[in-house]
């Protein structure tokens, strides 16, 4: 049956996920333990503050992000087809990935090098020397990155769409094969113990990683196995659930269940991958015990975070339409924004927090100030939303 309903809950969570990048790449440049395989250097300014908030937010945004990427996928696919939703998804994804490449992505790249060489050596320069350059290709050629691999930066997830649209067809007739036996998939889906079944296969999807995160392997250009088979079982999921939607209400009725087990997990999964990182030598154990961890982490984080916005934002309002109208715009610009902020703010004394906030907040009223006067209205909103905008300011 065709779903004309408009989900504005799962739209403005859609739209925070890719905003939230704003916190997670300004909190990158203050922590006191970058993750293993990710050799950035940091501001002297650091605090344990951005170490908590780099594996909470990393442990659920981009899983619920593809989650809902193969939710909406389904509605385009059930509306368009599968040719019309490849012909829409080239006009949204793959064009718009096209012109940041060459456009956002040098921004990108210079902001972040700019930090990275002045925090590593103690400067305030823009441009790296070569010799510079090579001490840092080896420091993190050592830490076990790939040498000499083109980078995506912030770009990779939408890379990794364009590689999971090609299972629609896959998606899509396996559904209709199973169709005659929607209400038993129905409720093994609604029920609260399904939460075990995607906890151990995001467990096994999980395995090749260190400490049972995901912090290296996906910006490259080479397409990393393991990151697209572990992102893509959620794209997966959320076309599946998209399918069995009554799946949606156990979201709402179990959501104090999943408050509580997020709030238990989650200090368990920073201990597990610490101790997995410290350890001298990893054993099955000790990795077995990160992997685990984080993946029930991670789905009863997506469990939660959708029962709230299906609960209590499922409605419209200006506030609403604005995040999702100009997430994309805000997610795609943001980075060289913050990188920049952060490079600015490096000779400063100050405390890591208060850094911190003043580039957050900066990168959100340039994002925003940018998107209302100069995007919402022109060519680069038609190419990233299919239509130009006219919103007054959501408070107005």
């Given at each position: 049956m065709e779903d004309n309903r408009r989900y504005y809950s799962l739209d403005a969570l859609r739209g925070i996920m890719?905003?939230?990048?704003?916190?997670?790449?300004?909190?990158?440049?203050?922590?006191?333990s970058p993750p293993g395989g990710v050799p950035i250097p940091t501001d002297p300014a650091t605090s344990p503050v951005f170490d908590v908030?780099?594996?909470?937010?990393?442990?659920?945004?981009?899983?619920?992000?593809?989650?809902?990427?193969?939710?909406?996928t389904s509605l385009l696919v059930d509306k368009r087809g599968i040719r019309g939703t490849y012909v829409n998804r080239s006009k949204r994804?793959?064009?718009p990935l096209s012109v940041s490449v060459f456009?956002?992505?040098?921004?990108?790249?210079?902001?972040?090098?700019?930090?990275?060489?002045?925090?590593?050596?103690?400067?305030?320069?823009?441009?790296?020397?070569?010799?510079?350059?090579?001490?840092?290709?080896?420091?993190?050629?050592?830490?076990?990155?790939?040498a000499g691999e083109p980078s995506l930066g912030h770009l990779w997830f939408l890379y990794y769409l364009?590689?999971?649209?090609?299972?629609?067809?896959?998606?899509?007739?396996?559904?209709?094969?199973?169709?005659?036996?929607?209400?038993?998939?129905?409720?093994?889906?609604?029920?609260?113990?399904?939460?075990?079944?995607?906890?151990?296969?995001?467990?096994?999807?999980?395995?090749?990683?260190?400490?049972?995160?995901?912090?290296?392997g996906f910006i490259f250009i080479k397409p990393h196995l393991p990151s697209l088979v572990y992102y893509g079982s959620f794209f997966v999921m959320g076309y599946i659930i998209h399918?069995?939607?009554?799946?949606?209400?156990?979201?709402?009725?179990?959501?104090?269940?999943?408050?509580?087990?997020?709030?238990?997990?989650?200090?368990?999964?920073m201990i597990t991958t610490a101790n997995e990182f410290e350890a001298g030598t990893v054993t099955d154990e000790i990795h077995g015990q990160a992997v685990l961890v984080n993946a029930f982490l991670t789905w009863s984080l997506i469990y939660m975070f959708?029962?709230?916005?299906?609960?209590?934002?499922?409605?419209?309002?200006?506030?609403?339409?604005?995040?999702?109208?100009?997430?994309?715009?805000?997610?795609?610009?943001?980075?060289?924004?913050?990188s920049i902020a952060a490079w600015i703010m490096l000779p400063f004394d100050l405390p890591a927090e208060l850094k911190f906030l003043i580039i957050a907040s900066g990168t959100t009223v340039v994002c925003f100030t940018s998107y209302h006067y100069l995007i919402q209205n022109s060519w680069v909103s038609d190419l990233l939303n299919g239509l130009k905008f006219k919103q007054p300011w959501p408070w107005r």
């Open positions: 890719m905003m939230l990048g704003i916190v997670l790449h300004g909190s990158q440049w203050y922590m006191t908030l780099m594996h909470f937010i990393h442990s659920f945004r981009m899983p619920l992000f593809f989650v809902l990427a193969g939710f909406f994804i793959l064009a456009t956002i992505l040098p921004l990108t790249i210079l902001g972040a090098l700019a930090f990275i060489v002045s925090a590593r050596f103690g400067t305030h320069q823009v441009l790296p020397t070569e010799d510079q350059i090579k001490i840092i290709e080896q420091e993190m050629v050592a830490a076990g990155m790939p364009l590689y999971f649209y090609l299972t629609i067809p896959l998606c899509h007739y396996g559904l209709k094969m199973v169709k005659g036996v929607q209400p038993g998939i129905d409720k093994c889906l609604a029920s609260p113990f399904f939460f075990l079944v995607l906890g151990a296969l995001t467990s096994a999807a999980l395995w090749p990683f260190r400490g049972g995160v995901l912090f290296e399918h069995h939607r009554t799946v949606l209400e156990s979201f709402v009725k179990y959501l104090p269940w999943f408050v509580v087990i997020s709030i238990v997990l989650f200090p368990l999964a959708m029962g709230l916005f299906l609960r209590f934002l499922d409605f419209a309002s200006p506030w609403i339409l604005y995040i999702s109208n100009s997430s994309y715009w805000v997610y795609l610009f943001h980075m060289p924004v913050i």
